[in-house]
Structure formats: structure tokens, C-alpha cells
């Protein structure tokens, strides 16, 4: 019965309880006129039930007329109406949480990113000054061997420099920097 109701959008009631005899199923669910209900009026949206409204005995112990149920039908309706509009606000407001969330893992991943840039500058800075200084002769004269183990630290360093910087670039960026002002060059100078 629950299936026929929700397809009808029209209530349901129970035998010899209204003056709409049409509405009156034989099967109405035995469960409900126990616990008193005599009318079922779905609440439906979009093509789904949502609920239900239950009516029993009226006060006045007649039966529902037409303008009752023609309420009730109103009353089902606009109710469906209104779980439908509150849906549409949790799951913009589910949406706009989550949006929320994600913006804030944005941040902590640039914070992190500008963080991790700027603390590897030093100790880049010290592998840098090291390797000009052993390239220079400071600590003494090397060898052609050590030399060239020398210029691959000095050029690891100088690509590991560009990576820190390409790394504070891309966080300046997403922190909304000014990327910087674009201006025409002389190529063939360049080249």
C-alpha cells in the first residue's frame, strides 16, 4: 500500500472513514488502524517519499470530507516541498563545509610548502660556500678527482637552489604575490 501511495501523491485512508469512498482501500495496513490512524497522506519531492502524514479518529468522531483531505493533500505537498528546500540547504551548506575544509588544506599546504623553501635555503647556502670554498683552495689544494666530485656538489646545489625557488615562487603565488611585471625584451640580446 505504501508503494501505491507514494505513486498517487493522494491519500489513503482506511474502510468507511471518509466520504471519498475512492480513497478507501480494504488493505489499508492493519498496524496503523490498531495504533488509531484512519488516513495516510505521503509527503513526496522529486519523485521520492520522504514521509508521511498520519491521521486518526477525528475529535468530531465524523469522517474526513473532501475539504479535509483536500487539505491534507495541500499540506503534504507544501511539507514535501519544504524537506526538499532543506535538503538543497544542507547540501549547500554540506558543500560550502567542504569547500571551507579544502581552502583551509590549501593554506597549510602553501604555509608548509613556503616553510620548507625557506628552511632549506640555509643549509643549501652552507653546502654552496662549502664547495666554492674546497673549489678555491681554501682548505688546501685538491685533486682532479676530488674537483670533479666537487663541481657535481656545486652543480646538485645549484639544482636543488632552483627547486627552492621554484617552490617559494609557487607559494608567493598561491599567497597571491604580484607574479611580477611582465615587460618586451631585445631577444637576439639575449640569446
Not at 138 to 161: F, K, N
Request: neutral net charge; glycine residues 6%; without cysteine.
Amino acid at each position: 500500500i505504501a508503494n501505491r501511495v507514494a505513486a498517487s501523491a493522494r491519500p489513503v485512508a482506511a474502510p468507511e472513514r471518509t466520504s471519498l469512498p475512492e480513497l478507501e482501500r480494504p488493505d489499508f495496513p492493519a498496524e496503523l488502524l490498531q495504533h488509531g490512524y484512519w488516513v495516510i497522506q505521503p509527503i513526496t519531492a522529486g519523485g521520492r517519499v520522504l514521509g508521511a502524514i498520519l491521521l486518526g479518529e477525528k475529535t468530531s468522531e465524523r469522517r474526513y470530507v473532501e475539504l479535509d483531505l483536500k487539505l491534507l493533500k495541500s499540506l503534504g505537498a507544501r511539507a514535501g516541498k519544504m524537506i526538499e528546500r532543506l535538503d538543497l540547504i544542507q547540501a549547500a551548506a554540506a558543500e560550502a563545509m567542504e569547500r571551507n575544509r579544502l581552502d583551509s588544506l590549501n593554506r597549510m599546504k602553501t604555509d608548509f610548502l613556503s616553510r620548507v623553501s625557506h628552511d632549506l635555503r640555509t643549509p643549501l647556502a652552507s653546502i654552496r660556500w662549502s664547495s666554492e670554498n674546497l673549489k678555491d683552495g681554501v682548505a688546501g689544494p685538491i685533486t682532479a678527482p676530488q674537483a670533479e666530485y666537487v663541481e657535481a656538489i656545486r652543480a646538485s646545489s645549484r639544482q636543488l637552489g632552483r627547486l627552492v625557488e621554484n617552490l617559494l615562487d609557487l607559494s608567493r603565488l598561491e599567497l597571491g604575490a604580484d607574479p611580477g611585471k611582465l615587460e618586451p625584451i631585445a631577444a637576439a640580446a639575449l640569446i
